[in-house]
């Protein structure tokens, strides 16, 4: 199996046909859950469907049970980013997070690279470009020592978007002339992405000509809709406006919503140039309602931004054994702050998310470690406990949240598998606040001091469309008490 684990880092075809190969029931448990790890990851790089989500999820506690931290990290890594493909933003930074803490302390560097550009991603995609600068340059830090010129290329490509979009001029200037010393290093992909951004940095400074012929040599390689629009600026600027409706139509021939609204944008501008007022209404309406649809993922990068807020690990400066009293006291005066405003204002029903579960504990074990890390005694055993112990706090939320995701999707389904125990309903719930939190604090923000079944019925009934008689069934209780639900939940409100 170790064979194969070396053949899937970068010949991951020929590892699949020997993965297909094997009879798993002649290996023992270890080579099981390393062959399921090996599949995820080969699939994944072949762009293929990946093993379900609870399989690789056995993997990770098995190698966390042995131990194994290696195939742990890696395989925190694969669930990581083969559920944020499927739209679980929220859950896949958090395994990615895990995934880097472990690999930092592996020093494993191809590992760390990995995790690392596709927290930069992510971070890029949520609009974090702060924290994607970040990441953006422990990738480039990263490739640099691994030697790789494509990787290096690519950071570079990176870190010229970010600083960019962020008008860090100078910065975008220096990538600039670093791209275009490096980008016959690239793949292809990479490089044709390269040279049209090197093509629209030549568009904002009016030099078309040059723009053109980077835009040329990208074609040459792949064609793309940004291309299209490309060349259709180019020849808004220089005013031929026939050509540049026809580049902007062709590219709407796309599947990217991002290139459909840009074209869509600059061909209502043609027509009110045209004064042609009512097609350029009609091609501004068609972007807005693609600005519209893309509403579902815009709420999943919020909540990636609240994942990455809680979840970083940000190394500060040592500190004194004073100042360290002084920021418990004044934690526990905020604290104490923070009661007072919830005693008098509670309506606010601020939702403590499953992430938070663990907070408390968390915080004052890194409040442990930064006092451990001041003083001259250093205890690195006790340190090395207390990481453990948060990353362990980490996984419980993971583990917890997995299981609140099978339990809404039993529900959603109508479908009841067994007896559904207080346990089950509170993991159902916790995992609702989290995902759907802006649906949830609607739901329950005019109630004061309701139960945990009250809840419960609000978000079955007003938020998964139960009926009253389907919300009876699942819970084996009488209609009576659907009308002492109901009775309860309306003294509850009049309270508030």
Sequence with gaps: MSQIEKLAENAPDSALIILNSLDTATIDEGERQLYTLLLTE??????????????????INYFHKKSDYYHEATALYYRGVTIYEKGYIQEATLYLKQAEQLAEQLDCELLRNKIYDSLEMINENAGLFEEAIKYG????????????????????????????????????????????????????????????????????????????????????????????????????????????????????????PRFQIQAYRALSALCTEKED?????????????IKYDRAEKRQKKELAEIQLKYDATVIEKELSKRINIILAVLLLLVSALAILIYTYRKKEKAYVSLIDRN????????????YLESSNKSDFTEIALLNKQIQQLHEANSVYLGNGKKIYEMFASKQKEGQITSEDEQCFVDYYAFTYYKHYHQLVKDYDGITLRLITYLILTSGMGYTDKEFADLFCVAMTTIRSYRHRIKIAKRKS
């Design 42 to 59: 080969v699939r994944f790089k072949l762009y293929l469907p990946t093993p379900p989500d609870t399989i690789i999820a056995q993997a």
């Design 359 to 370: 907070h408390h504990e968390i915080t004052a074990y890194k409040e442990h470690i930064k």
């Design 277 to 289: 007022y009512k097609q350029a209404l009609f091609f501004q309406n068609q972007a807005d309602s």
């Design 137 to 256: 340059q422990k990738f480039q830090k990263s490739s640099a020592i691994l030697g790789d010129k494509e990787l290096i290329v690519r950071g570079y490509n990176n870190m010229y978007y970010l600083f960019r979009v962020t008008k860090q001029e100078d910065s975008t200037e220096s990538y600039t002339k670093k791209l275009i010393s490096f980008v016959d290093n690239a793949e292809d992909t990479c490089k044709a992405i390269i040279m049209s951004n090197l093509a629209t940095m030549c568009i904002e400074k009016k030099e078309f000509e040059e723009a053109r012929n980077w835009i040329k040599k990208a074609e040459i390689i792949k064609v793309t809709p940004n291309q299209k629009i490309l060349f259709g600026k180019i020849c808004t600027e220089s005013g031929d406006t026939t050509a540049a409706y026809n580049y902007y139509k062709s590219a709407l021939d796309t599947d990217d």
